[in-house]
């Protein structure tokens, strides 16, 4: 089975920081990794999907990329509704895996 | 719009069953794989089973293979997810999610989730 290790687990950062979370594959899975925010007692919400494409709707802030194993979701200059909780997800091959998420922090 | 509501969470003991819908509308419901994603109370997210737009093809995570069955029906556009021999650790806030068929686009709209709670 894949496993994907994100890193940091959490960070504490103030708005306008520039935050970078980055995302380990065990195994390389091409392009299909995606980025999901989650804000406290909400469903998660698509932020980026293939890697590096941008959900409709998603602020162009957030920028993902990477292929293989190695990948990074960077938000160029954080604002207030940012902070929250980020996870990635290989759907390469089942099953399914979700990193354990990073918490953004102020 | 597209829309997801999930249902049928509840307080059940262990080793016990229950059954979880999620209603869809807005989109073609067919055309499109459907998931079932749960989060533990504090914990992370971790996928739980995922089925094909026609129904025939499934997959389960590994620490729920065996005791859940997903299903669904595609003229009440209604995803469900059957669950017996519940323990403990099913505790959770149940997602379904909508799943591209490409396994590209996945996950594009949740639900609000629905809350299991395996206890005596």
């Known amino acids: 089975d894949i496993q994907m290790t994100q890193s940091p687990s959490s960070l504490s950062t103030s708005v306008g920081d520039r935050v970078t979370i980055t995302c380990r594959a065990s195994q390389n899975i091409t392009f299909y990794l995606s980025w999901f925010q989650q804000t406290s007692g909400e469903a998660p919400k698509l932020l980026i999907y293939a890697a590096s494409s941008l959900q409709s709707g998603v602020p162009s802030r957030f920028r993902g990329s990477g292929s293989g194993t190695d990948f990074t979701l960077t938000i160029s200059s954080l604002q207030p509704e940012d902070f929250a909780t980020y996870y990635c997800l290989q759907t390469y091959t089942t099953p399914w895996a979700l990193g354990q998420g990073t918490k953004v922090e102020i | 719009d597209v829309r997801l509501l999930e249902s049928g969470g509840d307080l059940v003991q262990p080793g016990g069953s229950l059954r979880l819908s999620c209603a869809a509308s807005g989109f073609t419901f067919s055309d499109y794989a459907m998931t079932w994603i749960r989060q533990a109370p504090g914990k992370g997210l971790e996928w739980v089973s995922t089925?094909?737009?026609?129904?025939?093809?499934?997959f389960y995570g590994d620490s729920v293979k065996g005791r859940f069955t997903i299903s669904r029906d595609n003229s009440m556009e209604e995803l469900y997810l059957q669950m017996n021999s519940l323990r403990a650790e099913d505790t959770a806030v149940y997602y379904c999610a909508k799943w591209g068929i490409s396994g590209i686009l996945v996950g594009d709209y949740w639900g609000r989730g629905t809350l299991v709670a395996v206890s005596s």
């Open positions: 089925l094909s737009g026609s129904g025939g093809a499934a």
